[in-house]
């Protein structure tokens, strides 16, 4: 218990005080107008309350990520508890946070123009395809996953299909109407519902007297089934994506970009969303650690059920909470994944919209840019879910590291302490390279090969990133 407790007092220290600090960084002003007033189209830029789209940002990035990476991500053992928190506090948050606050700075624009003014027009014209492909991939996966529960739950109601059919229903609305009518209402209740599941099952831990594992020299080692196959580095830096930090995340904050009111409310909502994220999937990896009796016991669980985190989901929840357990279990593994598949849309929508400078008042432009991602998003819900699944997880922090460089030459550009960003940049670039290189879906080298060539690429970066800030800066010295 000590080390739980640890970890939840350095994430909330780390909002409290590390969050603070990058907001004096970005420079936040409360009298500087935000778009939601300068630029409201009753469609995408409403004004909102902070609570209202704090609760909407928390189950945009939250979906499945905080539940089923961690209870995935338990299998490395107590190590994880380490990457939660230093990734949400270092990492994650301060990604969400910037991604958020450019978006304001320039008129909530999506994170791909964002991306293109810093890095210029060859990266942006790349991060369109890539981000709009990530955001359909997200969508698909997170129509397949609900269905296939929902196909399960009640078989002799209906198949698969028609799930998936009701699921793109759903989504088609979410999508095209304005982002107060279903988003609005309907989120901030199955925000705090996922919420409040997290912290049920928390408290459960004290009455059911679980075991719960700490973080000893003796634990600091890799628990996995399949460790040859399965290194701490770079598989657990690529399956615990949204409880440390999520490349997903920075296409989601410029929607609430887009709807609130006051710069300072920035920390509550980007960072402080991150940071809750990342204390919903400490519980999870606790209690997935503790439930079965240790962290060979999940293993061997997880290898029973071929990996099906949904599975340990629904057991732990009626477990431990009862009938009402298994009403938040079916919420968890059910409603969360189509609240992020629906923004995943709606988010694709807007990064087509910018590129094409489209206004999307008009309903017409908005199903013009809407009908071809649908029509892609159900073709690639064909192909084997496992298969998708692990092109994202890749894709998802591929996505991450180039928005932290993104980040980075904003800050050393205007002359703000880049290295917040910077070593989180290097750190994500060694992890997203050497899994390139080592995994089965990549070219599955040798560890040593893949950790020499992602190591490589890390020191190459590093020095041309540190070329730029050396032509920058002395272009600057010439100007004044």
Known sequence: ???????????????????RYIERIFGADSKRPTPAITMPDGIDYIPMSWPKIFLIQFLNIAGLGPIFGAVAGAMWGPVAYIWIVIGSVFGGAVHDYFSGMLSIQHKGLSITEIVGIYMGNGVKQFMRGFTVFLMILVGAVFVIGPAKILSGLFPHFATMTFWIIAVFVYYIMATLLPIDKIIGRIYPIFGFALFFMA????????????????????????FHSGGEKFPVFPMLFITIACGAISGFHSTQSPMMARCITNEMHGRRVFYGAMITEGLVAMIWATISMSFFGGVEELNAIMNEHQGNAAWVVNEISNSLLGK???FLALLGVVAAPITSGDTAFRSARLIVADFLKLRQSPLVNRLLISIPLFAAGYLITKINFDIIWRYFAWSNQTLATIVL?????YLVSNGKNFRITLIPALFMTAVITTYLFFSPEGFSLNKQISYTIGFSATLVTGFVFWAFSRR??????HVT
Do not use: H
């Open 324 to 326: 009402f357990g298994g």
């Open 405 to 409: 460089w993104t980040i980075t030459v």
């Open 1 to 19: 218990m000590i080390t739980l407790t640890v970890a939840i007092l350095i994430l909330i220290l780390g909002y409290i005080f590390y969050g």
């Open 199 to 222: 912290i049920s099952l928390f408290v459960s831990l004290y009455f059911q007297g679980l075991k719960i594992p700490e973080l000893t020299p003796d634990t600091l080692r890799n």
């Open 472 to 477: 920058l800066r002395k272009q600057k010295n």
